[in-house]
Structures are given as C-alpha cells and as structure tokens.
DNA sequence: CCAGATATTCAACATCTGTAGAATGAATTC
DNA sequence: GAATTCATTCTACAGATGTTGAATATCTGG
C-alpha cells in the first residue's frame, strides 16, 4: 500500500508494460501501423491481447507511446555550426537504429499522427535554424535539408538499398557534409 | 468477331477497365497499398468489386499495373551531364504530381513489392551511372543521390513540408543542384 | 428478333481486426 | 489464513476485407 515501497506485483506488471512497449516499438518500425496487429504485439510479448488494450487504452495511443522520442535539443550557431550539428545527429542515425524514429518514420506515409510527427520535427528544427541562415529562403532551405535526412536515414535503415545499407557511416557523412553545408550557407 | 473492328461493348469495356485502373492509381498515391481497398477502389470507379477481381485478379496484380510507370531513358555521358539529366527529372517530379510514381513511393515501406521496386529503379538509375563516376565509392554515391532524390519527392508530395510543397520547383532544383553535383563529383 | 456471348452485378464466404467485459488466478494485507 | 486487491486471461462481438461463383443484364451476329 505503501507509494514507496514497491511490491513484487509492480515490478512485475511495470516488467510486462515495458516488455509490451518494446515489441510493439520492434514491430511498429519493422512494419509499421497498419500491418503492426494489437494481436502480434502481444504474441511477441507473450502476452494476451487484451492486456496490451488495458495498459495501453486503444492501438493509436500505444502507438504514440512507442513512437516517443527523448526530443533533441534545439540548434544553434552560425550556419556552419548547425551544419556540423545536423551532420553529427545523421550520423548517430545511421550508426545504431533508432527503433523509435523508425517506428515513426516507417508509418509516416500511412499513418497521418506519424505524418504529423515528422512535420512537427522538422518544424522545430527549422525554428532557429531558418533566423541564422541568411537570405530569405531559409524556411525552404529547413524543409529541403530534412527531406535530404529523412530520405538517407529511409535509405538505410528501411528501404535498404544496398550499398547505402552497408556503408561506413562516416564515409557517408563525408559524401553528405558539401551537400549539407551547400543548403545551409546562403549562396 | 473481327479482331480489328472494335465494338461497342469492346469499346465500353475498355473504358470501365481503364477507369478502375486510373482511380486504382489515384487511392493507392492518397492512401498507400494497405490502406487502399478493392471496394474503394470499385466506388471511385462507380463499379461492382467483384468487377476489379475479375479484370485484374487480385490486389497484388491490380497494384502491380497501377504502379507501372514509363521506363526512363539510361542515364549517360559525364559526371556532370549526368548530375543535368537527374536534376531534370527531379524537377519534373516536382511540377507534376506522378501519379504512378506516387502509388510506388507511399506504399515502399509497407508493401514488399513497391519497395522492391524502388530498389530497382534506384539500381537501374546506377547501372552506367556509377562507371562514370570517378572513385571506388561510385555505388555508394548512386545510392546516397537516389535517397536524397526520394527524400525531396517525398517531402513535397507525400510529408507535404509546408515550404516544401509550396515552393516554385525551379528554386528548389537550384538550392539541390549544389548538393547533386557534389554527389556527382568525386572530391 | 432470337440465341449465344460476355460485361457486370449479387450474395456470400472465411478470415482478420480492434476492442469490451466477464472470469480467473495470484499476490498482498490484515 | 481469510478477505481483498489487482494483474492477467477468456470469450465474444461487430465491422471490414479480399475473394469467389452464381445470377443477371446487355450487346452482338445471324
């Protein structure tokens, strides 16, 4: 009874709800929203289905649970600077695969709440990021740079093509680092 | 019976198939593979389900014919002719909204079969491409050029960046002809 | 105008899906 | 150790989906 002490029963079903959690992140990027079934999900944690409905209300809830990321720290400096810094957050992306970004990224087309989240991020990427970069098409210029992003780390991690796939993340960055600097410096 | 004098009921036929396939077209680009429904498909095309069963077979075969699209023409001559050609084509992608194409790219990361084709098509456009290309790491840059041209088409089309979807194609292919170029160019 | 061909619709199926509520079983408290 | 709380499972429903085969309506050729 006691909010302090935690009981064999709490560590127990916080175990389950984290379990759940995880696999329904593993699955929604493996297959996004749609093809993701409450029912897989559960299998996978070893579970029943309706355990998954009660922790977790409805799928879209679950889904936006599992597609939670720790949001990132918005950019700043000069335009270099910025530069350097999205290069640097690519290649954290290439290097390991995070499950949750790709959960979001992989439904994005089918899912309108993961659509949404997409924008919301490039969005805030660009808040300060557009005010350094001079020259007036700076709002442009955030939104081309996030689809050159989002259509690498797609590239790699989802769509696969092969040589992209199997790349040294860095040699890539190297390939990448004059296109982004090209679209963040004003001509 | 004569196979060179079309009927009327020949003629009318045509038309009913042509127009299942051209909405089949259109929902599959609005909603992707999964999301699309035969009877969806048969409401838009103001005909029976039953109807696009029987012209197409199934949904996979239905998809498959809704997503063809016009083989383009092998890319060729120098590094930088090359870069031309992609950026052309690139802006086409941006003036018109290929219908076709869009089936293809909403549904790549869910529906096995149109991420095959991207793959192919993204191989394709580096068969001759890559020899051009000075460097050991000429498929790497095909693969690098192909997600950065995927990430803007679908930036504009599908994710409907704000600046993006609004912008005139021409600033766009500006800002991006940098950036291809340096993809094109070994360093 | 009639018989046959064929374009199109009707009716139904088996399956899968998200979801709800009752039932069960185990841990906790007193 | 009995009563109670609560994590978990069982059972079921209602709607949607791809797909099928029989039935119908329309056109064609003689």
């Known amino acids: 009874m006691n909010s302090v002490n935690e009981t064999t029963r ?18 929604f990027a493996e297959a996004g929203y749609d093809r993701t079934t409450i029912r897989a999900i559960a299998a996978a944690a070893q579970v029943d289905p309706g355990l998954v409905m009660h922790y977790y209300g409805n799928k879209q809830q679950l ?16 335009a270099d600077e910025i530069a350097e810094q999205l290069l640097d957050r690519l290649r954290q992306s290439l290097i390991e ?6 959960a979001v990224l992989r439904s994005m087309l089918t899912h309108p709440d993961a ?7 490039a969005q805030l990427r660009g808040s300060t990021f557009s005010k350094v970069i001079p020259g007036d098409d700076g709002e442009l ?3 081309v740079v996030s689809a050159v992003l989002i259509g690498v780390v797609l590239g790699r991690h989802l769509l696969k093509l092969d040589h992209l796939a199997d790349a ?4 890539i960055i190297e390939l990448l680092r004059p296109a982004v600097e090209s679209l963040t410096r004003a001509e």
Request: hydrophobic share 35%; no cysteine; net charge negative.
């Open 168 to 171: 040294d993340p860095d040699k």
């Open 10 to 27: 709490d560590r127990r079903r916080i175990e389950t709800q984290e379990r759940i959690l995880a696999e329904a992140r593993r699955l």
């Open 97 to 102: 695969e995070p499950v949750a970004s790709l």
């Open 141 to 143: 210029r955030v939104d």
């Open 63 to 78: 889904f936006a649970r599992a597609a939670e990321t720790k949001s990132q720290a918005v950019l700043d400096g000069t």
């Open 115 to 121: 659509a949404d989240e997409v924008r919301e991020n």
